[in-house]
């Protein structure tokens, strides 16, 4: 039965790497002028008004892939926490306080906030957006945590990351409800293109992934570090 | 500027042959950061500064955090 489901894989995936040989030497789009990238770059300032064309395809053109994309990294995040969680006792207490560390984080924690808070709201303008953005933020609370500066109860992380993938989705759903009806449509008013408000749900979009990746990394963080502290 | 890829190639294939023989992990860790962060260069000069601040933030320092995160929670083995 096994080697029935093997041989079978194999095949498809045999069957799909002909069908791919086969046409790429007689029907190659690029090669004529058809091609997506040709045609969002023609039309994504009108149709997402996002200055950004990246953004616009990450958030716009391929939105659910971002859902997806976020999905996936919650998964991880999940499995990676159960894993660091587990295991024996005896290396408790790895952490150790270090001054500098301490005094530096301290100094330098307002500044990568910023930073990321600078990544996420300028999305839809300049390079940058929710994934990077977040992983920022959560780089200084990773060090700070690290470092004994500050201590936050993790259900507060949690209870935020929920509420950022529900707004996420809701954002999606609310597309359902307008005329020309998708999920994730851009259903807000576009506003004057390259101002900072302007883009419909595109900076919200990035807001809360920027919210829903930060927090799960802290999250990460606070579950294997609250562990190794405990004595 | 192709000499400066160029350079940025071979930083890249050297720290990666160097990385294997590194005996400490955790600097062995340190030093596979300096691959995303050079990548993340040449992203740049490449015009994908989209690619460049992800590859800088997730490639040098999750990748770095995570990697740290799993050797001190593993046991190390006896020589």
């Known amino acids: 039965m096994r080697k029935f489901f093997t041989f079978v894989l194999l095949s498809g995936f045999a069957f799909y790497v002909i069908s791919f040989v086969g046409n790429s030497t007689t029907n190659n789009c690029a090669s004529k002028g058809i091609s997506v990238g040709t045609e969002i770059l023609k039309n994504f300032a009108n149709q997402t008004g996002s200055a950004n064309a990246v953004t616009s395809v990450v958030v716009s053109y391929r939105g659910l892939d971002t859902l997806g994309e976020v999905t996936v990294l919650f998964l991880s995040a999940i499995a990676l926490s159960l894993l660091l969680s587990a295991g024996s006792n005896k290396n408790k207490s790895f952490l150790r306080r270090s001054f500098i560390l301490e005094k530096g984080i301290s100094l330098m924690l307002p500044f990568i906030t910023l930073v990321g808070i600078y990544v996420i709201s300028h999305g839809h303008l300049s390079p940058g957006g929710g994934f990077p953005g977040g992983v920022i933020i959560a780089t200084g609370l990773f060090t700070a945590i690290a470092s004994g500066l500050i201590k936050i109860n993790k259900s507060i992380f949690s209870v935020i990351e929920g509420l950022a993938g529900l707004t996420f989705v809701g954002l999606g759903i609310m597309g359902l409800t307008n005329e020309p009806s998708s999920f994730l449509y851009n259903f807000m008013p576009k506003g004057i293109f390259g101002n900072m408000i302007s883009a419909g749900i595109i900076p919200l979009v990035y807001a809360v992934v920027g919210v829903k990746v930060a927090s799960e990394l802290t999250t990460l963080a606070l579950n294997s570090f609250t562990y190794g502290e405990e004595k | ?79």
């Open chain 2, 1 to 79: 500027m192709l000499y400066l890829v160029l350079f940025l190639f071979t930083i890249m294939i050297v720290t990666a042959i160097a990385i294997m023989f590194i005996k400490d992990i955790s600097g062995a860790i340190i030093v596979t950061s300096i691959i995303s962060l050079v990548a993340s260069v040449l992203f740049l000069i490449m015009a994908a500064p989209d690619v460049a601040i992800t590859e800088a933030s997730i490639g040098s320092a999750l990748t770095l955090v995570v990697f740290m995160l799993a050797v001190f929670k593993t046991q190390r083995g006896k020589k």
